[in-house]
């Protein structure tokens, strides 16, 4: 009985704090409402406080806070209106709570379609078109289903530019090589036609947490798109735009990665991987001329690195089995497998040393990517555990399809999270445990992960695009910073 009260008092004081917090996040959208109708005068406020409050619907509190401003004390300290007053044009306030969103000048960044990589890769060496065709036979690649998919890419970009410029709305369209910071500062908005890995090219320049990026699937037979649009938006791109004018959308922020690199020796100058198909002696070559460029490359305080991960960062030796000895016999190699060696600390636990195949740091944007494929495990896998379960008695419920199939989709679906959640994911691949190396954790979330590298030639790269040099004395200190967050759209279906 002496517990009721206890129970009553907590129950109450519970449901008092959560109706305070729903009264401060009324107040939040009202503020944000009202200075968004104030700083738009010029745009009706569509279907009432429900439209105005459209684009902030789906989100936490706080996040909702932020994407009308900076927060109580910050929009105070500014002079705002009130605690989630706007705090400049674009994702933070124009089209959160103002009706819509729409920039006066986009950049649309267009990916290199693997006819146009062919093409330059050969150009040099004079080739007709005739003769590049022959040679595409050669490596088993159909020329003609090349400039197929090359021409539909074409088209579905010009219909993004079209619909812009219908819109007179200015448009910039730059290829991948003449993508670069000016581009982002020029443009309202950026939009990437092509695939994921433009949209990650795209987004990779990109710093304003307010400035949106937008993926749009120029290739929807041939590219998976998660990152982009819904299909039908690449051959009805005008209804996306009037989407956006009228406010039937919500920001969503993808949290990134950030990279601070320290230690004796230590490179911070990128490698850009996008544009080129590098051996691995050129890739090497390329860090080495990158090294004596710079002259940074001697600091040893935390550097942070001028990239963001949207996917993933992953460390590891750049081959994993390189030609190491020659037997007695002349002309004679084999190969030894090269593991990855590095100490790791956890959300600043004990370092541990291990040996592996390399290491995955994930968002949740990247736990649909690389990571969930490290990880997944397949129906046989289940099928065969449960099996050993029921043989040693352990295991009561009846074995059959339906349970491997449930007990599957469970765990691969517990490999996902959200992209606005500000956590990671870290996978470590093929641990190798011995006496000697353990690997007390292979995979889990976190919130900080430190690496020191023990490695010869290992590289870190950032979203498969941009790599760093990542050898013996560097550390890495991988984290996740609410204010790297990627502005991007949910359109309303």
Known sequence: ??????????????????????????????????????????????????RRLLALRGLSPAARCAAAGRGAAAAAAAGGAGPCAPRRRGCGGLGAAGGGFRPSRVAVVVKTTRYEFEQQRYRYAGLSEEDLKQLLALKGSNYAGLLERHRIHTKNVEH?????????????????????????????????????????????????????????????????????????????????????????????WRQRIRLY?????????????????????????????????????DISGPHLLPVRALNEVFIGESLSSRENFKSCKPSFKFSL?????????????????????????????????WSYNINKIAHQA??????????????????DMELVQKVTNDYNESLLYSPEEPKMFFSIREPIVNRVFSSSRQRGFSSKVCVRSRCWDACMVVDGGTSFEFNDGAIASIMIDTEDALCTVLLEE
């Not at 490179?267 to 990158?290: F, G, M, Y």
């Not at 099928?383 to 074995?399: D, Q, R, T």
């Open 1 to 50: 009985m002496s517990s009721a009260p206890g129970f009553l008092c907590g129950y109450f004081c519970l449901a008092g704090r959560a109706a305070a917090r729903r009264r401060s996040l009324l107040l939040c959208q009202r503020a944000a409402a009202a200075a968004a109708s104030s700083a738009l005068p010029g745009l009706p406020l569509l279907g009432g406080a429900r």
């Open 261 to 297: 690199l320290e230690g004796t020796g230590i490179n911070p100058a990128p490698v850009d991987l996008h544009e080129q198909q590098l051996s691995q002696e050129q890739h090497s070559r390329a860090h080495i001329n990158e090294r004596f460029q710079d002259q940074r490359s």
């Open 160 to 252: 993004v530019v079209d619909s812009l410029r219908n819109e007179r709305i200015e448009v910039r369209l730059v290829k991948r090589r003449e993508y670069n910071e000016e581009t982002v500062r020029w443009a309202d908005a950026v939009i990437s036609a092509g695939g994921d890995g433009t949209m990650l090219l795209a987004a990779s320049k990109v710093f304003d947490k307010f400035k949106p990026v937008i993926g749009v699937n120029t290739d929807p037979e041939r590219s998976e798109g998660h990152l982009c649009l819904p299909v039908r938006y690449t051959h009805s791109f005008p209804e996306a735009l009037q989407k956006l004018y009228r406010g039937e959308f919500r920001w969503q």
């Open 337 to 369: 497998h090269r593991a990855s060696y590095y100490e790791i600390s956890v959300d600043d636990g004990p370092w541990e040393k291990q040996k592996s195949s390399g290491l995955n740091v994930c968002t949740g944007t990247g736990s649909k990517a």
């Open 382 to 399: 289940v099928e065969e555990i449960l099996k050993i379960a029921e043989k040693h008695g352990s295991f009561n419920v009846p074995l």
